[in-house]
């Protein structure tokens, strides 16, 4: 079965600094989905890539599919405390959304 | 767009009784929704996938009969913790896509605490 291993676990960063986050996949990544969650709360949807090397960006986060679709990377430029949260890696076999497999979150604290 | 509502977001309950959570697409119909149990510090865990009108296919290791399915139209789907124990207890979330190879939308989720 497919795992997702993100890293880091967690990162606190100050205000206004860039970070990234990795999700490594078992197997090639067919459809790689990236959540925020906060804690106790739902999941939001943030960006979905399927292609190799494919970038997608939305306001501050962009997220990256690499060319052998087997890690992705979200980027936060300037972070801010609004960006606080858990990110969540998703896949799905063979591009399709059943049964998605998740990491195991990235807890991001964002100091002021 | 792409709302989806669970209900209770809290609820304490003693050990062998039964709970129901109810999950809502508010703003599309969905096709499929899925069941995932969170604990705490650890992943989102798909317990069950259930289709409009068809019975729910459960994960390995998820007793069918203890958590029942049901998803009656494409607005709705439920998930009924029956003789709950504190094992049970945990964060239920739910989601909803509009058809196969769309995005899932996620509720804000269900704490179900067992005594």
């Known amino acids: 079965s497919q795992e997702l291993e993100q890293s880091p676990q967690s990162l606190i960063v100050q205000e206004g600094k860039n970070l990234t986050i990795n999700c490594t996949s078992s197997?090639?990544?067919?459809?790689l989905y990236w959540y925020k969650q906060k804690y106790g709360e739902g999941l939001i949807f943030l960006m979905m890539?399927?292609?190799?090397?494919e970038e997608k960006s939305h306001e501050k986060i962009t997220a990256k599919l690499d060319e052998k679709k087997q890690q992705s990377s979200l980027h936060i430029t300037a972070s801010q405390p609004s960006h606080a949260g858990i990110y969540l890696c998703?896949?799905?076999?063979?591009?399709?959304?059943?049964?998605?497999?998740f990491g195991k979150g990235t807890k991001l604290t964002v100091n002021p | 767009g792409a709302v989806v509502s669970q209900h209770p977001s809290w609820v304490i309950c003693k050990s062998g009784t039964s709970v129901k959570i109810e999950c809502r697409s508010l703003?599309?119909?969905?096709?499929?929704m899925f069941w995932y149990r969170q604990f705490p510090k650890q992943s989102l865990m798909l317990m069950a996938t259930s289709n409009e009108g068809s019975k729910a296919t459960y994960e390995q290791g998820v007793e069918k009969d203890k958590f029942l399915i049901n998803h009656a139209s494409l607005t709705l789907s439920t998930l009924t913790v029956t003789s709950a124990h504190p094992e049970d207890s945990s964060f239920y979330i739910c989601?909803?896509?509009?058809?196969?190879?769309?995005?899932?939308?996620f509720g804000p989720g269900t704490r179900l605490l067992v005594l």
């Open positions: 890539l399927q292609k190799g090397g």
């Open positions: 197997k090639t990544l067919y459809g």
């Open positions: 989601s909803a896509r509009v058809g196969a190879g769309e995005t899932q939308y």
């Open positions: 703003d599309f119909q969905a096709t499929t």
């Open positions: 998703g896949a799905g076999p063979q591009g399709g959304s059943e049964k998605l497999v």
